[in-house]
């Protein structure tokens, strides 16, 4: 075992090291700069698409606009959010939620791109729905099939470890500890739940995720709020430590990239998967009538997820690291030795500015959250298959496995977790930034094609309308 550890642990340096970490921000930066960084011009509009626009009945899709976005807010909105800012918190100081602020920011770009070449790359499967993602357009914009067929085996793999186990194990382990709930009983539970749900495929997943995602989302920011307008004063001295630690020696800018950036990325990207090529698998299901318009809705998922949520998550954190004068570093061996002890540490801070409260509002958080992450995922997971295999029997197999791993997630012990949730992210993220560099001119010529005749258009609409009720 303790080989093992090592192994893995090595493996995931490699793949998390300065070459990836690279990767996934110089992608960002150079799709931000050939859409004219679009994130910032654009971030109402889009948002506007996302949270109120519904999809007309004769648009090509299965799902519309805000299912899609809540399918893929489903599997990024999860212990990402409260676990996964923890573990960046404890393993690269208070200055790594900068640097998962500066992977949101590009990484809204990225997320951007991949979702217009998931829609304009995508097909009609044989049982009638879309089919999309990195594997279609790198087989179709690219012609490399087989770089296709690698991120659809590191798809599958990922689904069952980043959007499954670790989901399920990391509530089992809350509710055990908040409600002395045995984790088989947990486990059985979400199994059960899990399956029900899958079974009726994305139309009943986007369902779901469209009931779960947003009111658990309000209310977790919501209360993040509260204890942040409860401590006004702690803000500043929060903000200040986290700009200084993310450009201190730690964070690596004397040498090779450090704790502080690459747990900051890394986290970073396990919260939003923005690189990831996930998101766009969901995107590419979407009713739209150019993928333009849903790439600007998708592109709202890293705003949401990392600017908003993390942000909240991360900024009660350190105010209760300061209040408590605590050594984040000194966390790092309690952290590597019990896994699931971020998890605590996010109870634990909300809890001593909202006693009893805040703790109960993070574990139910948590429940829900790591629950609509699985349902997303599975999709993911499955349309990763179906590339592979074309066959709605292994679809059909594929679901009643990935609910049994939940219940297997839930009662096992995943030490190595993490690591290799982290490792099948940057296997996936490889290919998808290949696919988004070598097929960036289509992104921009799609992009300038919506911009100039549907936008433009919308615009001008839009100025004849309120000019016409000024009267």
């Known amino acids: 075992m303790e080989f093992l550890y090592t192994l893995v642990g090595k493996i995931s340096s490699f793949v998390w090291g300065p070459w990836v970490i690279g990767f996934l921000v110089g992608t960002g930066i150079f799709l931000s700069v050939r859409v004219k960084f679009i994130q910032f011009t654009h971030l109402g509009y889009a948002l506007r698409l996302g949270l109120s626009r519904k999809s007309k009945a004769d648009e090509a899709g299965d799902i519309s606009h805000f299912g899609a976005l809540m399918t ?8 990402g959010n409260i676990v996964g800012v923890a573990t960046a918190v404890i393993l690269g100081g208070p200055g790594a939620v900068f640097w998962m602020w500066v992977t949101a920011i590009f990484g809204m770009a990225t997320k951007y791109g991949e979702a217009v070449l998931a829609i304009k790359y995508r097909v009609t499967d044989s049982s009638g729905n879309m089919a999309g993602g990195p594997m279609y357009f790198l087989e179709k914009g690219l012609n490399l099939k087989w770089l296709g067929i690698l991120f659809a085996i590191f798809g599958v793999m ?3 470890g980043i959007g499954n186990m670790t989901q399920s194990n990391s509530v089992a382990g809350n509710v055990m500890g ?8 947990s486990g059985l539970i979400m199994a059960v739940f899990t399956g029900v749900v899958i079974l009726g495929g994305v139309k009943s997943i986007a369902k779901a995720s469209s009931v779960i995602v947003p009111l658990m989302a309000i209310l977790y920011v919501f209360v993040g709020l509260i204890v942040l307008v409860m401590n006004l004063s702690l803000i500043p001295p929060a903000l200040g430590l986290i700009f200084s630690e993310a450009f201190s020696m730690k964070a690596g800018l004397g040498g090779l990239i450090g704790a502080t950036i690459r747990y900051g990325v890394a986290r970073g990207v396990f919260s939003n998967e923005a690189g990831l090529g996930s998101a766009p698998i969901a995107a590419a299901a979407a009713k739209t009538d150019h993928p333009c318009r849903q790439a600007l809705v998708s592109m709202t ?3 949401l997820d990392t600017i908003i949520v993390c942000s909240v998550n991360g ?4 105010m209760a690291g300061l209040s408590n004068h605590v050594d984040f570093g000194g966390l790092k061996a309690i952290s590597e030795a019990t896994p699931g ?9 909300f809890n001593m500015f909202l006693p009893a409260f805040g703790g109960l509002v ?3 958080s948590l429940i829900f959250f790591a629950y609509s992450t699985i349902l997303g995922w599975s999709y993911y997971g499955e349309r990763c298959l179906y590339y592979l295999t074309e066959s709605k029997t292994a679809s059909f197999l594929y679901r009643l496995i990935f609910a049994i791993f939940v219940f297997i997630g839930a009662v096992a012990k995943l030490s190595l977790a993490w690591d290799i949730s982290d490792i099948f992210n940057g296997a996936m993220a490889i290919p998808n930034l290949i696919g988004l560099l070598g097929l960036s001119g289509v992104i921009v010529s799609q992009t300038k094609d919506f911009f100039d005749r549907i936008y433009s258009k919308e615009l001008a609409a839009k100025k004849r309308k309120a000019a016409a009720a000024r009267g």
Do not use: D, E, N, R
Not at 72 to 79: I, K, Y
Not at 178 to 185: G, L, M, N, T
Not at 315 to 318: A, K, N, P, S
Not at 341 to 349: N, V
């Open 158 to 160: 990922a689904s069952f």
């Open 72 to 79: 893929a807010l489903a599997a990024t909105v999860g212990t």
């Open 341 to 349: 002890y971020a998890s605590t540490l996010t109870s634990q801070s």
């Open 362 to 364: 993070v574990t139910i």
């Open 315 to 318: 900024l009660v954190l350190v």
């Open 178 to 185: 908040s409600f002395h709930v045995a984790p088989w009983i």
């Open 301 to 303: 998922g890293t705003f």
